[in-house]
């Protein structure tokens, strides 16, 4: 079974890509009291690989952005203590991004910390989230402001959920493992070029895709799990590409806003002369592969800079942009959010998308 | 200025006996964008203090424990949020122990940890809690159930608030005192028994006095800042203690149910035969100092064992309880709860307290 270990600052966990999730199951209710929070849409279509009885409690979560908040939390932690949790109990967190976060919150404040285990069922948090121990939490119309970093004690990843996950979910999880190829470099990228057409497709394939993806966020995790500098590469594509996701009105799957945002950072890195056009329509070309079967459109584009004032990266009228000088060579830097850049994104639009 | 250095496992922290706070306070001021989060009545007290329009933002709390909860804290996230907080702003709290809990816990979850200042304003804030970095936050009927471990970057004692401080405070202060010089050993035992009547009356001696317990604090937690095993002990007299509090519907302060508490885990060591009865009346001739003022009647001891059974320390009908083998050797044994501990408890109080 191919592993890989992390050494976070908190403790080392390791990711197991694992064959018998069945097998597995049965071996981890044997060791632990397992309190199971798992996403709706999982229960219903793999509900056989449980054995429910044996555990402590179950809870099956719809993971809506409006349940991702604090109420939601504290009313998951009253169902637990109704439960009899204990200290020396596990939770057993299983679905995407959003079920991790409700679930790594939870077991972090939770007796001031328990164990939890994460088995990832979307190929974002399969091949991206799962590594890296954040959560974020919403506090009444702000996202994400508060959460914790608390890794699982083991991670399961397990290929067969990819078979029945939506398409929009699936780009999600390619936005983000281009990302991680970008900002590598060339080795990663050739690799991710060649063979991204086969994932989901190709199961060789595909676990080697995620197997990759998760080196690189874990030798970027590892060298700064706390966000204090590097990590903060790994939000290349995410502002421009939030915007997009707001002025849109989340139309677009997140992966496509990202996609599109990397476009946009490096068309903004072209225009400031750090990007040479051959690198930026050579990841061009990756990246409208996936984009192309999106109807996009941006016209009101004092719109679309309000979205990008709003974001919470931006401070008085600058943000800390992640521009790419090649692929493997991202970086943030200050950029005015003024009338250039709007001509800049107004540009790329006109060229690339409209 | 005395200082005491705590070798936190999350980072090293001073505790700062200020002389002149006001000028501390504008010199914070100046270095840091502060959100104070302040006690209702320390702020009726001490307004003057504070040159309010130069701060962040300004929470008055009224710290009843019925507001020590998850809702009030994600209510006074949204707060600091609408004040524009930052991740580089500082929480600044000046309150007793239930203030420091909300304030640590916020800082705790905030943008995943910010930095915040505590001055402790009650003689339990100031003598015991601030050093630990523990916070514990209600959820429903559930009592401390959630929390964290943050410690804060500085703490500033400043003695005259306790100028202010109510009777029952004063005492509350006085039982965990009284608790860190029986874990420690005679020779704080007999500091402590010498002193402890001039506390909050001679400067030199309150100082002396809150130095000293701070000294025994640090020990215990830099040895287990998270609980694991020794830093158990610092539950002495709390189990029997509770279940008294609750017994009486909280009409005796918390510091005379720690100190009664010990009192009954001493005894029910003499009856175990652990401790020596010449050991067991040195101790309860200090602590009768302090508990014989208040009116305390047991008379329901079923009522009473239905308390204790549900501590959380007890499982089934086992309680690892905090005995003692003398002044400094404080033991945690697996006890259980059964008719010979009620009639150890029985004894006790007709002999003693009734």
Redesign the interface.
């Known amino acids: 079974m191919k592993q890989i270990s992390i050494q976070s600052q908190i403790f080392e966990y390791p990711v197991i890509f694992e064959k018998d999730l069945s097998a597995r199951l049965k071996e981890l209710n044997k060791k632990n009291k397992l309190h199971i929070l798992i996403d709706k849409s999982v229960w219903i279509f793999y509900k056989e690989l449980f054995d429910i009885n044996k555990y402590a409690s179950l809870k099956v979560f719809d993971p809506v952005e409006d349940k991702k908040n ?2 939601e ?2 009313s998951y ?2 169902f637990l ?1 109704n439960h009899k949790i204990h200290k020396d109990h596990k939770l057993l967190v299983i679905g995407g991004g959003l079920v991790q976060d409700i679930g790594s919150f939870t077991a ?6 328990i164990d939890w285990i994460f088995i990832p069922t979307t190929l974002l948090a399969m091949a991206d989230s799962c590594v890296g121990s ?1 959560s974020g939490i919403n ?2 119309k ?1 996202k994400n ?5 608390h890794p699982p004690v083991k991670i399961f990843i397990y290929l067969p959920f990819l078979d029945t996950l939506p398409q929009a979910e699936m780009i999600n999880g390619v936005g983000e493992i281009i990302k991680h190829a970008l900002i590598k470099g060339s080795e990663a990228f050739n690799f991710f070029n060649k063979n991204i057409d086969h994932l989901g497709k190709d199961k060789k394939i595909t676990e080697e895709i995620i197997y990759k993806s998760l080196l690189i966020k874990k030798e970027i995790v590892e060298e700064d799990e ?1 966000e204090k500098n590097i990590r903060k590469v790994l939000n290349y594509g995410h502002t421009f590409g939030h915007a997009l996701e707001g002025y849109t009105r989340h139309k677009i799957p997140h992966g496509i806003g990202v996609l599109i945002g990397m476009d946009i950072a490096n068309y903004i890195s072209v225009k400031k002369e750090i990007l040479s056009l051959v690198d930026f329509t050579k990841i061009h070309d990756l990246i409208i592969r996936y984009t192309k079967s999106y109807e996009v459109e941006l016209k009101d584009y004092d719109n679309y800079m309000d979205f990008l004032l709003h974001d919470k990266k931006v401070i008085g009228n600058e943000v800390y942009a992640i521009l790419s000088k090649g692929i493997g060579k991202i970086e943030i830097m200050k950029t005015k959010v003024d009338f250039q850049l709007k001509n800049y994104i107004k540009e790329y639009f006109i060229k690339f998308v409209n």
């Open positions: 604090i109420s939390i504290a932690i009253e203590l972090h404040i939770l007796f001031r910390g954040k506090v009444g702000y402001q508060i959460g914790s970093f706390f």
